[in-house]
Structure formats: C-alpha cells, structure tokens
C-alpha cells in the first residue's frame, strides 16, 4: 500500500504536532493507559513535551482513530473491571505532604498498580496533568494547597476530571466524611493507615474506573463499523475547533460520502451493504495515521476525519489519496456512475479558525464541497471556496 504522500514530511515540518494528538482528550487519556509496560513514562513525558517519544516518523504512528485498538482497550478494560484483576497499566498518585505517609501508602498499594508521589497539591496537579492515574490518593491536611482545594482543582479541569480521589485523612468524624464526598471524592480512608482497607478501597476503585472507561468508550463508538461515533465527534470537533483558535493553528476536516450507496443496496442487499461501509471504514481507519486524526461516522454512508495542523495543501493531498484508496478496495458495484466498482466523493475544509469562525460553519463548508464533489462526477474531493467560474 503507498504511504500517504505528504504525510512524513508535513509532520516534520511542524514541531509540537504531537501534542495536537488531542492531549488531553478522553482518547488520549486511553490510549495512554492502553499502553502498559515499555516506554509508558518516557512516552508520556514525551507527549507533553509535545515530541514523538520513540523516534519513529509521525507519520507512521499510530495515533490516530482505531477501531481494533479502541476494541481492544474496551475489552481490556472491561477485563480489568470483570475479573478485578489489576494490571500494571493502573498509575496511582499519592499526593501527601508527609514523606513517612507517602512510604507506608506506596508500601500498600505497590501490588496494585504503577505508583507515583507528590508531595504538594501544586506538585501533584502538575504530575497528575502529565501522567492521569486512574486514581489519586489524595491528603486533605496538607501545607499550602490543603486537599479540598487541589481536588477542587481537579474537578474543575477537563484534563484531569478523569482521575478518582480518595482522600486520606485524619479526621474521622461523620461530618469530615460527608465533606470529602460531597466535594467530589469517590471515597475516603481514614489515619491511621490500615493496609487492608487501603487495598481493598484502591482495589475496588481501580475495577469502578475501568468499568467507566469501557463505558465511556462503548458510548463513543459506532455499532457496525467501530469508528467514533458522531456524538464523540462533534465534542471532539468543538475541542479541537477551540484549541486550533487558541494557538492559530490550521485545521482540516473531511466528509466522505460513498457514492451511489443507495443503488449498492438495492442491488446487494443490506448485509452486503454493511459489509460495505465496514471495508471503507476500515480504510479510514487506517488512513488516520498522525496522532489526533480522528475517523468517525457521521450517519448512514457518511463519515468524516479531522486533521488537526493540516495545511489546505496537504489535506487536499489526503483527500486524493483518500479517493484512490477507497477506489483501489475493489468492491464490485456495476450500477455506480463514477466506476464500476464503490468510490466515494470527498467535501474538503481547512480553517484557521478566527474569532468569528465556527465549527457547524466549517461542517456546513466541507458539506457544500461534498456537494461539488457530486455534482462534477462523484469520485473526487473537492476543497471548500468559491466555487471556479467557467472560463
Ligand atoms: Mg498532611
């Protein structure tokens, strides 16, 4: 299969593209801790250095969207949480300010999963950013940033919301336990430490995450095809939307239609058509290769990739390439107008978003390029403009 044109070199021309791998989304987040073992620390140093970890060009990461590997992390997750059976992909965060605390809760929970330690809520918030434990065991009486106001914290940053807090403390009183859960808290451990409660309190937290997060990525899937779904596209699109503003960055988004799609099922039957949409899928799975490319289907035949950091050229290059691959898959389909076998037409838009520029607006943009794209002959992309007046 030819490699994407354009790909290696644009991801080299841009440094920091990394970081557009969508840190600190819900995808990023998971395919974090999907990844256990080799590297894990230095690649996520590496992340929010915004830098490939492993030297690998970027173009042949594989960061972007994925069905088998968000099926897999479901199912691992969902193993994890089944047979409560706890894996070394779990990082815990102890945040307390006595260092004589931080060895006697480490000691416990060693077994149990990747430790790490701070020992102030600044410090702790700053790792926690970095490296999203499932789970922080979190000190309430501390010098400074006292826990309540670190989980406030917490709770408040979408990077960081993911996270459970326990918090450890001294106080024992009713009141004192009504006060760190109405805050948020998923639990509360009382001083002094007893190792069995601390296992079996990190332990059943650890199981309640992973189930949440098989959920979260059973919610955000397509049933037939895998891909994203829409609703986790248009978050993802409103982030991404934002954060390109932000650092005036150029975005590039693109709705692929397949082409003649209504005639492929009456002619073969809808198992035959799922089977359809499943193949192309699968190429736009494969075709998302940066990290933070991101394949959804947007409804019926209809899909759509965003392209973070993509300039107008090379995602008019991704578009034609696009084009050629769902071409080159050769499913049979005498009745199509463009070729006899499925094609698909492209609506291209890349946006350096401005103040008054939105995200519908760009989706409505790529739409109208759709429609071009049909309109000309199907089997093409078509970047959203003006359109050519004939000479
Ligand atoms: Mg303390």
């Known amino acids: 299969m030819a490699g994407r044109p354009g790909t290696r070199t644009a ?28 590297g894990h620390r ?17 173009g042949r990461r594989g960061g972007g969207d994925g069905r088998p590997r968000l099926r897999r992390r479901a199912g691992r997750a969902a193993g994890r949480a089944r ?3 706890v894996t070394p992909t779990n990082t815990i965060l102890i945040i307390d300010d006595s260092p004589d605390t931080i060895r006697l809760l480490s000691a416990m929970v ?19 950013k970095v490296q999203r434990p499932q789970l922080i065991l979190l000190d309430v009486e501390m010098q400074g940033m006292d826990g309540f106001a670190v989980n406030e914290q917490i709770r408040r940053d979408p990077d960081l919301r993911g996270s459970a807090v326990i918090f450890v403390t001294a106080q024992s009183s009713p009141e004192a336990e009504i006060a760190c859960l109405d805050a948020g808290a998923v639990d509360f451990i009382p001083k002094p430490l007893n190792a069995a409660v601390v296992q079996a309190r990190v332990r059943t937290h650890l199981r309640l995450q992973a189930a949440l997060t098989a959920l979260d990525e059973l919610a955000n899937q397509d049933g037939l095809t895998g891909l994203y779904n829409r609703r986790y596209f248009d978050r993802q699109l409103a982030a991404e939307f934002a954060r390109h503003r932000r650092h005036q960055l150029p975005l590039g988004l693109a709705l692929i239609d397949v082409d003649d799609f209504k005639l492929f099922n009456d002619r073969y039957g809808h198992q035959r058509g799922d089977g359809c949409l499943q193949e192309v899928a699968e190429a736009l799975r494969d075709g998302a290769r940066r990290p933070g490319e991101l394949a959804a289907r947007y409804g019926g035949e209809e899909f759509v990739v965003l392209l973070p950091n993509t300039t107008p050229d090379a995602l008019e290059r991704y578009g034609d390439w696009m084009c050629r691959r769902i071409g080159a898959l050769g499913i049979a389909h005498p009745g199509a107008s463009a070729a006899p076998h499925v094609t698909c ?3 291209l838009c890349a946006l350096l978003p401005g103040p008054d520029d939105t995200a519908e607006a760009m989706l409505h943009a790529a739409d109208m390029a759709l429609y071009r794209a049909k309109r000309a002959g199907r089997n093409r992309s078509v970047m959203a403009g003006p359109e050519p007046q004939p000479a």
């Open 11 to 38: 991801a080299r021309r841009r440094p920091g593209h990394g970081r557009a791998a969508g840190a600190g989304t819900a995808l990023d987040r998971a395919a974090a801790r999907a990844r256990p073992g080799r």
């Open 42 to 58: 230095v690649r996520n140093v590496a992340r929010a250095a915004g830098r490939p970890a492993d030297g690998r060009p970027a």
């Open 83 to 85: 047979g409560g059976q």
């Open 110 to 128: 060693r077994e149990q999963g990747r430790v790490l330690f701070a020992t102030s809520g600044a410090a702790g918030l700053e790792l926690a």
């Open 345 to 347: 037409s492209i609506g």
